[in-house]
């Protein structure tokens, strides 16, 4: 593929890294022991036109292509993960699927506060009973004439307790399973809404993950996206390109680790000499590169392919499972090269490895990116 950048997608990346370096830098250890979201960060992201990337401008948006938006996200992971994360949803799994699937009256309604950051989103899928088992839904949403009354329960909801749009999947017929889950849009504010709990976390700290309950919820027939039964079809697909946002986030944590051990061992010495000057260090360090440019590749792969309007649900997937396993190796290096101070707060490389485990999990497991890879190869 061609990697050559355009004077766009540099502006976009040093913009970017300038922003992190200014507002996320300063205060993200502070964050991260303080589990505080990054509200005055968000909003001027949103201002940076951050926050809808890849949304046509008609709708609010940047109508950047989706180099440009891992471009983005790559620097603002390199310094703060939580930040990093709360981006991705809210262009990946929010702002494109309403986009993509949703009615005019919808994108008017809420995409355009959405993609321009006056307005939060978050994606309500996994369950209690439904973690990498999507299909199996308990949440359900009857219709009664021209509304739905939604009720069941969602966990590990990135940004649920800011955000102030929810795409919620929910089970308008049991009977139907994968088949009979559909999509709705939720208000937050609405009378039978609201954040069950947050969660205490090993990484990702500054980003809140919540459970959101829904009791006798009514919201209008007009929040479905698209028709009944499209809910699984809508989270599959919408999570193609989320896996994507997820893999540039845990390159953007190898890199971060790989910054901080080149220049620790630079500064380390031990006898007598800047640890860097070590084979043992150098061979890690080495690694850590070529994995890291491995990991650059696949993403930027897959960008291309989406930017293309090609398939590339599979490259999505072998891009979230290369860049996360390498993600959590480069941290456990960085950690290991910092010798005890890696181990120290005062430090980032331990944050690093704390940030770096769940991109091995959320959005879908290691594990079902190879199902996912496998099944496109068993066709």
Known sequence: MNCRFTETHLMIRDTARQFANDELAPTVLERDE?????YDAVK????????????????????????????ALEEIGKVDASACVIMSVNNSLVCWGLEAFGTEEQKQKYLVDLASGKKLGAFA?????????????RTTATRD???Y??????????????????LVMASTDRSK???????????????????????????????DTVSLSFEDCRIPVVNRIGEEGFGI???LKTLDGGRIGVATQALAIAEASLDASIKYSKERKAFEKPIAELQAIQFKLAEMATDIEAARHLILHAASLKDNKQPYATEAAMAKLFASRISVRCALEAVQIHGGYGYIRDYHVERYLRDSKITEIYEGTSEIQKMVISRALLK
């Open 125 to 137: 899928l996994s369950e209690p009973e439904a973690g990498s088992d999507a299909t199996n839904q």
């Open 149 to 166: 009354v939604i009720n069941g329960t969602k966990n590990f909801i990135t940004s649920g307790a800011h955000a102030d749009i929810v």
């Open 34 to 38: 303080k589990e505080e979201f990054p």
């Open 233 to 235: 079809k809508f989270a």
């Open 177 to 207: 399973g994968a088949r009979g889950v559909s999509a709705f849009i939720v208000e937050k504010g609405t009378p039978g809404f609201s954040v069950a709990k947050k969660e205490k976390k090993m990484g990702i700290r500054s980003s």
């Open 44 to 71: 001027k992201m949103g201002e940076l036109g951050f926050m809808g990337m890849m949304v046509s401008e008609q709708y609010g948006g940047a109508g950047l292509d989706t180099i440009s938006y891992v471009l």
């Open 145 to 147: 004439g021209d509304e």
